[in-house]
T-cell receptor, first 117, second 115 residues
Framework: AQSVTQLDSHVSVSEGTPVLLRCNYS??????LFWYVQHPNKGLQLLLK??????LVKGINGFEAEFKKSETSFHLTKPSAHMSDAAEYFC???????????????FGSGTRLSIRP | KAGVTQTPRYLIKTRGQQVTLSCSPI?????VSWYQQTPGQGLQFLFE???????NKGNFPGRFSGRQFSNSRSEMNVSTLELGDSALYLC??????????????FGEGSRLTVL
C-alpha cells in the first residue's frame, strides 16, 4: 500500500541556515512525488515535483529535493532559510492503484517550519 | 489565467444548520477535489469529481456531499452541522483526473466555524 511519512512535525532553524524537511514514501510502482507549501490561512502551492526524470528537482524560492529510490526518500532542502519560508510543508505521492490506470494522491501529515531571526 | 476561486472565504453557522461551499476551478480543468483541514486531523480527502461524476470518496459520513456542474464548478454541502465540522475546506483543481499527474491547484479555502 502507498504511504507517505514526514518524519518531523515541526522544524525550527535560524534565518540564513540550511533547511532540511524529511519525507519517506512507500510505493509499489514508480511514484510521482511532490512538495507543497501552505502559508497561514492560504491554500497549498506546488513547490516542486518529481516525475521520473532527473532525481534532483529544483523548485521555486530556492528549494530543491532529491529522489532516492534506494532509501525511498524525497527530502526537501534549501541552502539558506528566509523568514518568508515559515509555513507548513506537505510531501505528496501520486501512485497507480493496483494494475489499473487509476491513480491516487496521498498527503503526508505536514511539517511546520519556523524561522528564528 | 484566474486561479481556483472558493466562496465564501469565511462563514459562521450554528449546530444543526447546513452549509454549501462553492469552488470554481481553473479554466479547462475537469477535476475538482475537496479536502478538510483541521489542526488535529490535518488534511483529509473528502471527494473528487471529474466530468460531473464522483470519482473518489474519502471516509466521511453521508452528511458531506458534493456535486459538479457541466462547467466544472463544484459545490459541497454539509448538513446537520456539528462542532467538529469547524475547519478550513480546501478545493483543488487539476487538468486531468486526480493522481494522473498529481499536480493540484488549490484555492485559498473556506473557513467554516460552527457554534
Amino acid at each position: 500500500a502507498q504511504s507517505v511519512t514526514q518524519l518531523d512535525s515541526h522544524v525550527s532553524v535560524s534565518e540564513g541556515t540550511p533547511v532540511l524537511l524529511r519525507c519517506n514514501y512507500s510505493s509499489s510502482y514508480s511514484p510521482s512525488l511532490f512538495w507543497y507549501v501552505q502559508h497561514p490561512n492560504k491554500g497549498l502551492q506546488l513547490l516542486l515535483k518529481y516525475t521520473s526524470a532527473a532525481t534532483l528537482v529544483k523548485g521555486i524560492n530556492g528549494f530543491e529535493a532529491e529522489f532516492k529510490k534506494s532509501e525511498t526518500s524525497f527530502h526537501l532542502t534549501k541552502p539558506s532559510a528566509h523568514m518568508s519560508d515559515a509555513a507548513e510543508y506537505f510531501c505528496v505521492v501520486s501512485d497507480r492503484v493496483g494494475y489499473s490506470s487509476a491513480s491516487k494522491i496521498i498527503f503526508g501529515s505536514g511539517t511546520r517550519l519556523s524561522i528564528r531571526p | 489565467k484566474a486561479g481556483v476561486t472558493q466562496t465564501p472565504r469565511y462563514l459562521i453557522k450554528t449546530r444543526g444548520q447546513q452549509v454549501t461551499l462553492s469552488c470554481s476551478p481553473i479554466s479547462g480543468h475537469r477535476s475538482v477535489s475537496w479536502y478538510q483541514q483541521t489542526p488535529g486531523q490535518g488534511l483529509q480527502f473528502l471527494f473528487e469529481y471529474f466530468s460531473e461524476t464522483q470519482r473518489n470518496k474519502g471516509n466521511f459520513p453521508g452528511r458531506f456531499s458534493g456535486r459538479q456542474f457541466s462547467n466544472s464548478r463544484s459545490e459541497m454541502n454539509v448538513s446537520t452541522l456539528e462542532l467538529g465540522d469547524s475547519a478550513l475546506y480546501l478545493c483543488a483543481s487539476s487538468l486531468d483526473a486526480q493522481g494522473r499527474t498529481g499536480e493540484l491547484f488549490f484555492g485559498e479555502g473556506s473557513r467554516l466555524t460552527v457554534l
